[in-house]
């Protein structure tokens, strides 16, 4: 009988597969749509293409899986050729007998992840940072002031 960490494994490490799957999908996906729609020198083509390729050279591996009856938590890190980049810490709930992600927390940058720094204006001190939960606030466009109206 398979257990729930075993259960909870095994669905991280199928995860991690097939998102790895999907960004190389995306990748050959994108390349002849480049050449199609974007010169060589475009810059905005040429990020999207470097960033699929970026995230194609990133692994992830597992660090620790924590559970709780019906939710569990793992952390694991990602890493390119150059090293470890950050931490991840995946929240799961368990919906009829299947696992599910709920939210996905980065590794503070400000703090690096060191629990306890309060004063830190990201993670205000538990070393984890929430996209989801974050407030997106668009700057206010600055808009000149309209000329005078008038009549030629």
Request: net charge positive; hydrophobic share 35%; charged share 20%.
């Given at each position: 009988?398979?257990?729930?960490?075993?259960?909870?494994?095994?669905?991280?490490?199928?995860?991690?597969?097939?998102?790895?799957?999907?960004?190389?999908?995306?990748?050959?996906?994108?390349?002849?749509?480049?050449?199609?729609?974007?010169?060589?020198?475009?810059?905005?083509?040429?990020?999207?293409?470097?960033?699929?390729?970026?995230?194609l050279g990133m692994t992830e591996h597992i660090l620790s899986i924590s559970q709780s009856?019906?939710?569990?938590?793992?952390?694991?890190?990602?890493?390119?050729?150059?090293?470890?980049?950050?931490?991840?810490?995946?929240?799961?709930v368990l919906v009829k007998a299947s696992w599910f992600i709920k939210n996905i927390e980065?590794?503070?940058?400000?703090?690096?992840?060191?629990?306890?720094?309060?004063?830190?204006?990201?993670?205000?001190?538990?070393?984890?940072?929430?996209?989801?939960?974050?407030?997106?606030?668009?700057?206010?466009?600055?808009?000149?002031?309209?000329?005078?109206?008038?009549?030629?």
């Open positions: 009988m398979v257990t729930l960490m075993k259960q909870i494994q095994q669905f991280m490490l199928k995860y991690i597969r097939e998102n790895a799957a999907l960004i190389a999908n995306s990748l050959n996906n994108f390349l002849p749509f480049q050449k199609k729609f974007y010169s060589d020198d475009c810059v905005i083509g040429n990020r999207r293409a470097e960033k699929l390729r970026e995230f009856a019906d939710q569990a938590t793992v952390i694991t890190r990602c890493a390119d050729k150059s090293g470890p980049l950050m931490r991840m810490k995946y929240g799961l980065l590794e503070c940058t400000a703090c690096k992840g060191a629990p306890g720094n309060y004063g830190c204006p990201l993670c205000k001190g538990n070393g984890w940072h929430n996209l989801a939960r974050q407030k997106h606030v668009a700057p206010r466009p600055i808009i000149p002031p309209l000329p005078p109206f008038s009549r030629f």
